[in-house]
């Protein structure tokens, strides 16, 4: 991979849109698909098409810092997933602003960067591909006609739940996720309502803005913890329970421009030489904040997510 030199000045002299189609990028993205999942080209193809889409219906997303849309663009082949929307997406492109210095006045320094943000169904593919589980049924969400019990016996989780039709109330009380193991075991993951409050409440407070009309703070959380006649979207809750599944787990190999949903306010673990780019940049380590939105510094409220079949994936990152 040496011989694929493409240093940071070049790329800074790139228009955004030209960055995934420039010819050493493309080599490198290729060579690096290849040698780790295969059909190189073809995924090229697929994901720079998808990419610099996303790019072009979101000016803001162009205005972050041209080598994190390199890094960022990288690690789609480095993690092996896909940009494809819908329901089930499996990553998604989100920008983020990171404090890179303090200007003579005391005021903060910001750059915005581009970050590859795995969501609960890409995180369940890479650990399936680790060999970290076998298999994980589909989410199942548990309503206040039904019956159901969770147990812990000595570290052994056991569930009951007993589905009872018609739905009349569209409570939704718990969600679980039954995940079969390599040597066979079963292990569960349950979310119960109080979970989903308290992250609605994390969601709230990391999406607040400031109203200069009332002079104080207003907190908001992502619409799809109310959007079901004031409770949470299903789906939404489905992705979340995914999402929350392996946060025990170990971790999985990531880029260094990729984060999980499941862990926005962690270090991940860095890989430095699949880029081969000449010099030495600026990782885009976490600052302090591990969840500035993308946009004015002074209003960290205005967050950048990318929409997948009309459902906004959220980006509340604390729990």
């Known amino acids: 991979m040496s011989n694929i030199i493409l240093t940071v000045e070049e790329i800074n002299k790139l228009q955004p ?3 995934v189609t420039h010819p050493t990028v493309r080599q490198r993205f290729i060579q690096i698909y290849d ?21 072009a219906d979101n000016a803001k997303l162009q205005k972050v810092a041209h080598f994190s849309i390199f890094t960022a663009f990288i690690d789609l082949a480095v993690n092996g997933l896909t940009l494809e929307p819908g329901t089930r997406a499996q990553c998604y492109l989100m920008g983020r602003n990171y404090c890179v210095g ?17 969501s609960g169904y890409g995180e369940l593919v890479m650990r399936i591909r680790s060999g970290q ?3 994980a049924d589909n989410p199942v969400l548990v309503y206040e006609e039904d019956n159901f019990s969770f147990g812990d016996n000595d570290g052994r989780k056991t569930v009951n739940y007993t ?6 109330s569209n409570h939704i009380v718990a969600c679980y996720l039954k995940i079969t193991r390599p040597d066979g075991s079963i292990d569960y993951s349950v979310m119960f309502e109080e979970d989903w409050e308290r992250l609605s409440d994390f969601s709230a407070r990391n999406n607040r ?15 799809l913890y109310v959007s079901n006649d004031g409770r949470i979207d299903a ?18 190999r990531l880029g260094k421009a990729t984060i999980m949903e499941s862990d926005l306010d962690e270090h991940q673990q860095e890989i430095n030489d699949f880029y081969g780019v000449g010099g030495e940049a ?14 004015n510094p002074e209003d960290l409220s205005a967050g950048v997510t990318v929409e997948a079949d009309n459902k906004t994936i959220d980006d509340d990152g604390t729990f």
């Open 102 to 118: 303090v200007a003579q006045d005391g005021n903060k320094l910001y750059e915005g960067r581009l970050i590859l943000t795995v």
């Open 282 to 295: 600026e990782k885009p380590a976490m600052p302090q904040d591990p969840n500035p939105a993308f946009g």
């Open 17 to 19: 849109l030209d960055i």
């Open 163 to 168: 589905c009872n039709f018609p739905h009349k």
């Open 209 to 223: 803005r400031w109203d200069n009309n009332t002079r104080q703070w207003l907190q908001q959380p992502n619409e």
């Open 235 to 252: 789906g939404f809750l489905a992705a979340k329970c995914i999402k929350h599944a392996f946060k025990t787990y170990p971790n999985v």
């Open 35 to 55: 040698t780790l999942w295969g059909s190189g080209e073809a995924a090229y193809e697929r994901e720079s098409n998808y990419f610099n889409r996303i790019l």
């Open 133 to 135: 589980i076998r298999h």
